[in-house]
């Protein structure tokens, strides 16, 4: 290994730019610093690795595509550039704008690394938009690759499931309700979820169904809160108001949605009424 060694005369000197054209950007450098005065040299510091300057990336990613995933969410791909770069490639950045927009008016989002796709939300339903994508490093960004078009699906369904209807017997809860039906400008319903909780936990299960109907086999010793909304290609539509199960031992129970707390039958009670009026009539 050769050392340069450049000799600084002023004692208040803390930079120094060393010059030469023929330096490849972002080359490596080995430097030490030490210090000297009329009675010779101090010590050195120890070896800091340093780079030169580097150039922004000089070729756009190729092969651009983009799909979308739901009325508010797209994902983008693309591939490194071709050829290779005199610039080294730090990232990816995104450029999205909606088709009415301007495009000096664009959303930018980034990318670290070799990831080569990004997902991009809280986009406008049954909108078109256009994407274009660029390589950075630390001088900047390269040239933009071809621009290409993505239009987000119809918006879910907006009327939530009605006319909920619940019985529970044998450790399980049935569950029925009214078909939703989308608007033209909504995209179809292609099921049901439906969620569903104890009354002291934070955490909710899932369950996903093409029907109107569900059967959940649940233990009735808990109070459970439940409500009911349809998914769609363009994602999740209202969801129901929150019904409560209340907490049942041993009897058969039915309610609606309409009164999630009251609306429950005991067949015990039932059973009772019977068992006095026969007693009365003898």
């Known amino acids: 290994m ?22 490849r950007p972002f080359s490596p450098f080995e430097v ?19 780079y030169s300057a580097e150039e922004e990336p000089t070729k756009p990613p190729a092969s651009i595509f983009a799909r979308s995933l739901s009325a ?4 983008v791909f693309w591939a490194s550039p071709l050829e290779k770069n005199r610039g080294r490639i730090e990232g990816y950045e995104v450029k999205y704008w909606r088709h009415d927009d301007k495009e000096e008016n664009a959303r930018k989002i980034r990318t670290v690394g070799n990831q080569t ?19 950075y490093n630390s001088a900047g960004t390269g040239p933009s690759s071809a621009t290409v078009n993505v239009t987000t699906r119809k918006p879910p369904p907006s009327q939530p ?10 450790s399980k809860i049935i569950l029925n309700w009214d078909q939703v039906k989308a608007l033209d400008n909504e995209s179809e319903v292609k099921g049901y979820k439906v969620l569903y909780r104890w009354n002291r936990q934070s955490s909710t299960s899932v369950i996903e169904t093409n029907k109107t109907s569900v059967e959940l086999s649940l233990p009735l010793d808990e ?25 049942i031992s041993n009897f058969y129970a039915r309610g609606s ?17 019977i068992s006095l009026t026969a007693r009365s009539s003898l």
């Open 2 to 23: 050769i050392w340069m060694l450049t000799v600084l005369a002023s004692a208040d000197a803390s930079r120094y730019v060393f010059r030469n054209e023929s330096v």
């Open 32 to 50: 030490k610093v030490g210090v000297f005065n009329n009675k010779g040299e101090g010590p050195f510091s120890p070896t800091t690795l340093v």
């Open 72 to 75: 508010t969410d797209i994902e």
């Open 117 to 135: 796709s990004t997902k991009i939300t809280n986009l406008k339903g049954s909108a078109l938009y256009h994407l274009a994508v660029k390589a």
């Open 161 to 170: 499931p009605g006319n909920i209807i619940w019985n529970s017997s044998d």
């Open 223 to 247: 109070d459970y809160i439940i409500e009911i909304k349809p998914f769609s290609d363009g994602g999740d539509g209202s969801s129901s108001e929150q019904i409560r199960i209340p907490k």
């Open 257 to 273: 949605g309409a009164s999630t707390s009251n609306a429950c039958t005991l067949s015990a009670i039932s059973t009772l009424m």
